[in-house]
């Protein structure tokens, strides 16, 4: 079986559906598929395709006619090249089924792939309808069609929590039925196993993700300035256009010495920032699933998180972690002076964590797409004999 991933974003970018690429891939090569990757190249700068870890990656200017005058023009200038450039890669890999994670405008390219191919389709969705922090389904016309196109024509549908499914389904109006399911984003256990603690002089909080209005970090600022916790510092790890304004928010609040912004992060400081911390906490206002919980779970830690979304499907209140109530300072403050002063609530929730942390294993992950695949794929050679015997019969 050979796969092509349209993914929204890959290599070099870092993010959750990044990361869901790479680890599928080489979970895939593991078990004898052959993957590709298909994105977006931006920056320009980038090569259109690169060899990353194993992995080969094809990267077009998958545009869409958006708003402007100069879009739709360079949308008509190019879409035409871009549809058979991809069906020449498709082609020359031999790929047997598409796979959208993500849908952006990539998505649109594995849509005509689809029908031109008429290879089997399968769309995950990862809350991209409220998640797209460019407000990409808000401002597009085109790309709520596409995505209403992709929902009507896949062989398979899947999405990263039961919240998001309800959603899509809500929104589609057209009952999914026996061809769409959850599965959930994994984790990586190993990156955790043995990492070494990030050194600080004083004990600290974790919050992690980009910097965006929907991630709610400014809350987590005003509920740090609340809560009466002298002995912890706050690291916020990751980068977005918020940087400036938190960074004033944290002057205003005068918690320069113990609120530390500290930009994008790699794979191994990552893990360093989890295993040092004291617990994470996740102040999200929307959350399709929030994979950053099930790492601070990984590193056995505590999680006070949002109640929004999927964040309830993967961190169970009072098991797990402390869910509290949304865009609420005053709830956060509660939580963190409640687990910044109970270090024994502290362990058992991260203790718990740490268990259910395995039941999102890669491996367990890649399983569950690789029997849709197979499922998809059979359905569609199904349907490809049933027309070929028809029209021998009608010749």
């Not at 796979?99 to 990862?126: F, I, M």
């Not at 002057?251 to 320069?256: C, G, P």
């Not at 950053?292 to 169970?316: D, F, H, Q, T, Y």
């Not at 956060?332 to 409640?338: D, M, N, P, T, V």
Request: proline content about 5%; aromatic content about 8%; hydrophobic content about 40%.
């Amino acid at each position: 079986m050979n796969v092509a991933i349209f993914a929204s974003a890959f290599h070099p970018h870092v993010g959750g559906v990044e990361e869901l690429a790479r680890q599928l891939a080489h979970e895939y090569a593991r078990q004898g598929i052959g993957t590709i990757v298909l994105t977006s190249r931006w920056p320009r700068s980038l090569p259109r395709r690169e060899l990353y870890q194993g992995i080969p990656i094809y990267r077009l200017p998958m545009r869409i006619p958006e708003s402007s005058i100069k879009s739709k023009i360079s949308f008509h200038l190019t879409h035409g090249l871009n549809r058979w450039a991809v069906a020449r890669i498709l082609r020359m890999h031999r790929i047997d089924l598409l796979h959208v994670q993500c849908v952006s405008t990539t998505a649109y390219y594995a849509l005509l792939s689809k029908r031109a191919l008429g290879l089997p389709l399968v769309v995950s969705a990862q809350g991209e309808r409220t998640m797209d922090a460019s407000g990409l389904y808000q401002r597009s016309a085109f790309m709520n069609r596409i995505l209403k196109n992709l929902l009507a024509e896949a062989s398979y549908i899947t999405a990263c929590s039961q919240n998001t499914l309800h959603d899509l389904g809500q929104w589609s109006g057209d009952p999914f039925g026996q061809r769409a399911s959850v599965v959930y984003n994994g984790i990586c256990l190993k990156d955790f196993a043995n990492a070494v603690a990030y050194p600080h002089p004083f004990p600290y909080i974790l919050a992690m993700g980009r910097l965006v209005q929907q991630k709610g970090f400014e809350l987590l600022i005003k509920g740090f300035a609340k809560a009466d916790t002298p002995t912890h510092h706050l690291f916020i790890a990751g980068d977005g256009p918020e940087y400036g304004a938190l960074e004033a928010l944290i002057v205003e609040k005068r918690l320069q010495a113990r609120v530390h912004l500290l930009g994008k992060t790699d794979r191994t400081t990552t893990a360093a920032l989890f295993a040092g911390c004291s617990f994470f906490v996740l102040p999200s206002r929307q959350e399709p699933m929030g994979i950053v919980n099930l790492e601070a779970m990984a590193a056995g830690k505590a999680v006070l998180a949002s109640r929004v979304g999927g964040v309830p499907e993967i961190v169970i209140d009072g098991e797990t972690g402390i869910l509290i109530p949304p865009a609420n300072p005053d709830a956060l403050a509660s939580g963190i002076a409640r687990l910044a002063t109970d270090g024994p609530l502290r362990t058992r929730l991260g203790c718990a964590g740490r268990h259910r942390a395995h039941e999102f294993r890669w491996e367990t992950i890649a399983g569950q797409y690789i029997a849709i695949y197979r499922n998809a794929i059979g359905r569609t050679g199904n349907l490809r004999n049933t027309c070929k015997t028809t029209l021998e019969a009608t010749t």
